[in-house]
Structure formats: structure tokens, C-alpha cells
């Protein structure tokens, strides 16, 4: 397969293994192992406006800057103010599932090859909306882990969180349509993924999309740059 995800879900997992610390609570951990690759000032700011001593706070108050947080630019961003509650509600709402029990519980059955367990308790919370939780739903019917396989059930958990700005679960369905796995292969859809992908900081994603493009002629290429960016503007995700 072009675009092979055989141990994808295991190396994402195993990922998200928090780094150890004395000095930070689990939760204040685990929001910053979510964020720390984030190209988005709003998501720094929102750190700083939880956790206003926290231990990660001068280099959260630096990408906040460097991205363009409003924390950073006496409260605006452009024209639009941002208060300290709505940095609170970002910030709490990205923090719940990787702060969650179901979360921690069901890494802990993966990790044991417990993936039945995994995925019903990641499941409870995709239910419940979490982008996070969905992706990780997908991806184990992608792989076959704890439910048979099932590409098209793989494609509705990462379309549900790719709606929601996952960039993982965005990089998912290209692959999806790069293989041609339950759905028809198509590498301008699988193209317009990867870059949708890329654009919110998936490194792989931009791999895949160099990879998919030396396959592609210019004017395919170009329709499918155009299909991204709708889609991006459509979903408010540029």
C-alpha cells in the first residue's frame, strides 16, 4: 500500500505517553503534551490563563509571541478580543479527554494488548464529541484492534473529528483514499486530506502530501489544492 498505516495507531499511542515530572500535576501535564506541538498562539495563551504559574509558563509565554497568541498582544488578535474566560474554555475543553479517566485507563488496556477495553472506553468518549477520542475510535477499526476491521467505520470516527480541526484523524482519510481502503482510491481526495492535514501541523501529512503529488498530474494537483482550501474555509480551519 502506498500510504501504509500497519503500526500508525501503535506509534501515536505510545506517543502520548506523558513525560514524568515532580513538579506538574497530571492534568497540567497532559494539556501541555497536547499542545506543545501546536502552531496556534490561542492554544499557549489558553496554558498561561490555566495554569498562570505553571511549570511550562515561560515557554508557553515565548510560542505565544512567536505565533501570535493574544495573550501576547494585549488581549486582541486583530480586531477581535479575546477575554481571560474564553482562553479558560479553550483551554479547558481541549484538556478533558487527555485529562480523563477514560483516556488514561483505556492507554493503560492498550499498552496491556487489552484493546477491546481500549477501545470501548476511548468510544464513550468519542460519543460524547471528543475529537481526540474519535480519532483513536477510527484508528482502531482502521487497524483491527479490539473490533474487526472496518475501514468504513474507520472513515466516520475520523470524519467526525476531522470536522473538528483533528489533523491526525485528517491525515487518516487520506490515507484511506490514497489505498483505496473501503472507499474508491483517489489521490486528488487523498491530496486535498494530506494538505488539509498539513495545514494544521501534521508533519507526516505533509510527507504523504509531497509523496501523492509526484503521482498527480499539475492540473489534478491544482484541483485538488482548491478542494483544500474550500473545505478549510467552509470548516473555518485556515
Known amino acids: 500500500m502506498l500510504f501504509r498505516q500497519s503500526r500508525f495507531l501503535l506509534v501515536f499511542v505510545t506517543a502520548l505517553v506523558l513525560a514524568p515530572s515532580a513538579l506538574a500535576d497530571r492534568s497540567e501535564v497532559v494539556f501541555w503534551e497536547s499542545i506543545t506541538h501546536s502552531t496556534d498562539g490561542e492554544e499557549y495563551c489558553a496554558y498561561i490563563s490555566v495554569y498562570p504559574n505553571g511549570k511550562f509558563k515561560a515557554l508557553a509565554q515565548l510560542r505565544a509571541k512567536k505565533f501570535g497568541g493574544s495573550c501576547s498582544v494585549a488581549g486582541t488578535i486583530g480586531s477581535q478580543s479575546i477575554s481571560p474566560a474564553q482562553s479558560v474554555d479553550k483551554a479547558k475543553k481541549m484538556e478533558s479527554f487527555f485529562a480523563s479517566d477514560n483516556y488514561f485507563d483505556g492507554k493503560v488496556a492498550f499498552h496491556a494488548k487489552n484493546y477491546k477495553k481500549a477501545v470501548q472506553l476511548w468510544s464513550a468518549s468519542a460519543e460524547q464529541g471528543y475529537p481526540e477520542a474519535q480519532f483513536l475510535v477510527g484508528s482502531m477499526y482502521n487497524a483491527g484492534y479490539g473490533v474487526p476491521k472496518d475501514y468504513e467505520k474507520a ?11 483533528d489533523a491526525q484523524a485528517q491525515f487518516g482519510i487520506g490515507n484511506l483514499y490514497g ?31 509531497k509523496k501523492v503529488s509526484q503521482r498527480m498530474s499539475a492540473d489534478d ?10 473545505w478549510m474555509r467552509e470548516n473555518n480551519q485556515l
Open 155 to 165: 472513515m466516520h470516527w475520523f470524519r467526525k473529528a476531522a470536522h473538528q480541526g
Open 179 to 209: 489505498d483505496g481502503l473501503g472507499v474508491e482510491k483517489n489521490y486528488i481526495i487523498a491530496r486535498m486530506w494530506f494538505a488539509i492535514s498539513a495545514n494544521g501541523g501534521n508533519d507526516r501529512a505533509e510527507y504523504n502530501l
Open 221 to 230: 494537483i491544482a484541483k485538488s489544492e482548491k478542494m483544500a482550501l474550500d
